[in-house]
């Protein structure tokens, strides 16, 4: 069908209206669109209805419907809207489920306008929106932006990161999905749009879900004592909400996650949080544990939320959690030397808990129409342990043995860490001018004890042997504090004149007390040597000017600065003290042109000064490592990055195909490198100086395909090639070492649905890498990977979801003694019952107990694999019990089993 829809008084044409095609026999969505800038549509798809409603909606007009038989093409020539003469503030008042609408700069989809099964999860849901994508690791992207928020009726649920809100929530309770660019506290507080280049995700609540509660328990016990135990109840009351949750589990699993089936088993390939390299696991901004390897966890948590319009919003969490963790590692390194590599074997057992506890708070409230205040209140209070011993020894090329050592190191710490940011913004008049004063604090303390046991042995012509008993008492104390004040003056309309000053003091004092152990006295004596007992303090004085526009088609700004820093150093056990001035005048611009039609191009230049840190610069050594001594230097310049990005997004809403382009580069000038001199026994002295020609950059496509027949099959492609290119310049034993990088990813990806019964969904990623040396005598690295995995999941008979996540993947360029492929499956087999309420789940995971943890990393002067402890196979039972008080089943039944998030 084509035609066009213009404003009945003026015939003014429509952009951004919405045509949606449904059955006239029972109104089920077929096909939808929406105008161009010339108010033209054309509306497509595959049905096998003979006669269709179609409706068009435009908002602050009146709907209008009408009945098409249907034929291979139908026009329908201008279609004539009539203005809405009365409608209450703030409310739109339409009677039809427009299935998506635009809204200034806001796109907002009807939930129950998109085929989904009645339990199924937002995550799910959002993978059926047009131009809205969700990898395996439930990153969200729409129309290649990625969102960096998800919230709950405009309210911040437990934290802003995306997975927290998709994995828990039910598709059911939603009403709408509005999905908006990210704004920041002072555009959402003058009205303006934001830069578009990270996405929000606003998830409004259907009315009869607005008052009462819902919650999830679930519990589950396995092979090798495998276990785990989580539960989440929601407590709504109009804007209010009372969130409790609590976790506890031995298969690296926060429990953050209410998956159907999958929720049960150690995440392989991530599970909606974030797991660091030594095992520690963050929710947003919120982190949890240290742990490496397999970690034992139990976290509670409650999270509270409410707004008034014009008056308050407030949203507060609090987290306490344990974690205790081991890991072995097995690390091979070969290290690059002018003269010749030689190469190091690390084998290291690690076992460390941790307590935590964690606020936070943000709190808005509204003087009145022209004034806002804001806090973001943080408080943490972490208590670690930890034991790591460790076997190294080092060879030459000709495999002769050069040294070794041995090391026990304990450690008991503890952090506390208190931020604070206070905003207050006062608008001026309504042509735009405002002013805003800002303080922010960060007041941390870090201490630490520690021994360390060691025994070095040198061998050869000239053969020798140390023995470290040594004990490390650390304090450390830093106290920051920023304030700083904007001003903008509106030059004509959507043209302004920003001003800003800021300031920053930040003080850091920090005790190191080392002792050696003494056979003469037969106790602990202090060594000034390696001690030290310094403050570190830095000044800094930043001055802004710059122009803005923030036009309907073209937005863009253009800023000077002035850094002036200045640093001061004073150790009174070393008696050394210094004082660095550095003063640099940075610009930075941004320019996003809309070019209609979704289509929009941006371009964003900005540079930043990264100071050297008080390790980098106090020339105190440090024999942590005793084969690895590291020692500061004070004549470190800061290092300047400029950033360079180019980005082009594209979506079709005819075509339902979406295209996104992005670029870019980072120069980095007086980068700070480490340089190390490596002597005859290989015992590396590592210092740090500032080098030029670092760069790096990164390009790529990512396209987007959509095919829908009725309520019979869809089917999503993204296809998804990268590169990534770097340069890192550094020094070794006094000599230029340039490496030049290059990774090619090409990337595709299917998702087929049949019937809602049957979904598949294969992808493939090839890795290819190639590093290039200066140094004749060191040779080159090119290495291939592969990556494939399929998840298939089945819904047929009613009530039984039948699951399987296989991944297969490869890694030409391991060392011998590593393995270089790997099988990796997992199975589930759920049973819902009593009315759906109750799902019994039995869980194969690594099902062929390939399981691995291996990779190689490339560095400047050195290529390094590792391998560490891995979650083996288990089989596990459990079973998930569902409640609310909003009616049977918490929503509409329809016929369906469940939709769950995979790992």
Known sequence: MKGKMVDSTNETPLEGATIYAESAQDSTLISYTITNANGSFVLEGKTSVKRVRVNFSYNGFESKSIEVPLKPTVDLGTIKMEERLQQLQGVDVIAERVPIAIRKDTLEFNADSFTARPDATVEELLKQLPGVEVDSEGKITVNGKEVNQVLVNDQVFFSKDPKVVTKSLSKDVISKIQITNTKTKQQRFMGEEGDGETKTINLTLKENMNKGYMGRLSAGYGTDDRYQANGLVNYFNDTQRVSLLGSSNNVNNPGFSFDEIYDMVGRARGNGMRFGQNGSFAVGNTSFGFGQGIATSSTVGASYANQEKDRYRTDGNYFYSYSDSYNDEKISRENILPTGNFFTDTETNFVGTTNSNQATANMEFDIDKTTRVSLEPSLSVNRTNSTDTENTISRNEAGDLINSNTSLRTSDGMQRNFSNRLDIMKKLDTLGRFVRVYFNNNNRINDTESALNSERTIYGDDPSEQILDQQTIIDNAEDSYEMGMVYRQPLKKDLFLDFEYQYSDSDQKNSRSVMDFSEATGDYVFNPTLSSDFDFSTRKHVPEVGIVSNGQKIRFNLKARYEGIDLENEDRIQSISFSKDYSKFLLSS???????????????????????????????????????????????????THNIYLNFNDYNWKERTGIFLYSGMSFEKDKVVASTTTDANFIRTTTYQNVEGNYRGWAGINYSKQIKKDSLYTLGITFNPNANFRKEVGFTNGNKLEA??????????????????VELEPNYTLGMNATRYNLDMVDDIDFITHSLSVKM????????????????????????????????????????????????????????NQNINTRRTTGQDFVQDFQGTALKRYFMGSLTIKFNSFGEGGGPQRRGGPRFMRL
Do not use: C
Request: charged share 10%.
């Open 740 to 757: 030049s990088n290059i990774n090619l990813n090409p990337r595709i990806g299917l998702r087929f649905n049949y019937m809602e019964m």
């Open 793 to 848: 999941t089945t819904f047929w008979p009613e009530n039984v979801v039948w699951g399987n996540d296989i991944v297969y993947s490869y890694n030409g360029n391991l060392g011998s003694g590593f393995d270089k492929d790997a099988l990796f499956w997992n199975m589930s087999l759920g049973v819902q019952m009593f009315k759906k309420t109750a799902t019994l789940k039995v869980l194969a995971y690594d099902l062929l």
């Open 590 to 640: 941004y320019l996003n042109y809309n070019l209609g039609n979704n289509k929009r191009i941006s371009a964003n230049y900005n540079t930043n000064v990264n100071v050297p840190s008080v390790n980098q610069l106090q020339p105190v050594p440090n024999v942590n490592n005793p084969l690895n001594i590291v020692v500061g230097n004070p004549d470190l310049a800061p290092q300047v």
